[in-house]
């Protein structure tokens, strides 16, 4: 049940990482103030952003396993890219209005996103990934209860993984 590629796979003990992130993207919108949720985490070897989860299994079918490369050019650099070099999330109230890269204008399309908060994950000085808090049908203005709420989810989730990833890591076939 792990993320694959060409040349390695992500061996998880029991399906342990998979879990914590199901159980993360399944959980944490509502107290995030969002109704969908998904994490990207990053392969710092291969410099590859990986879908890892999403909630719901329709969404999740859709955006798990989907990978993408750095990008040197800004209009090719994807939400979860531009969170990580900002360390800051990345908000937008309307996604019709704002000008996505290639790849986030098809999943934000194919996923049915409105409104999206991207926020980038440091297990401390090491980036793990991102976490996107949406809403689909309808622009959002996120308040700033909410963005606080996300920024707390954030951490937590940044710490999890990080230390899962510890016990868990991408290991060569």
Known sequence: MGLTSDTKEWEVEKGCLRLLLESIVNCYPEAAGAEYSEITLYDGKSNEFIGAAATGKDRDDVFSGKRLGYARDEGRKTLTQKAMESRNPVIIHDVNEAALADADRAMVDRLGIRSTA??????????VGSISFDHGGHTHRFTQQDINAMYALADLAAHLIGYAENFVGPKEK
């Not at 991207?118 to 980036?127: E, H």
């Open 118 to 127: 991207v926020f980038p994950l440091f297990a401390g000085s090491r980036f």
